[in-house]
């Protein structure tokens, strides 16, 4: 016997997870509290930085300042740690 056909449009199980306080101290908009609803959020705005990197002006791909520029404008609105370099 084979196995189940998924739902490819299921969420997986940890979409209703709720996050971490440590996930929630960074964390910009106050009403996301489980994953689903920041992964709703994060693919967003990484939808709009990518219209952003792809609008057809010359950028240096491979400089510093626009991979945190990309990355700020990817995760941005949800987390305060956007586009800071690791410490």
């Known amino acids: ?3 189940p ?3 490819i449009f299921a969420e ?3 979409a209703a ?3 971490t306080p440590e996930e929630m101290r960074d964390l910009i908009p106050a009403h996301i509290a489980y994953r689903r609803d920041l992964n709703a959020a994060e693919q967003e705005n990484i939808a709009r ?3 952003w990197a792809m ?3 010359r950028r240096d791909l491979l400089s510093e ?3 945190g520029d990309l990355h700020r404008r990817m995760l941005g609105d949800g ?3 956007a586009g800071s370099l690791r410490t």
């Open 5 to 7: 056909v998924s739902d």
């Open 12 to 14: 997986p199980d940890e």
């Open 79 to 81: 987390w305060r740690w």
């Open 65 to 67: 300042k626009f991979i």
């Open 49 to 51: 930085a990518q219209e």
């Open 1 to 3: 016997m084979g196995r």
């Open 55 to 57: 609008d057809g002006r």
């Open 17 to 19: 997870t709720p996050l």
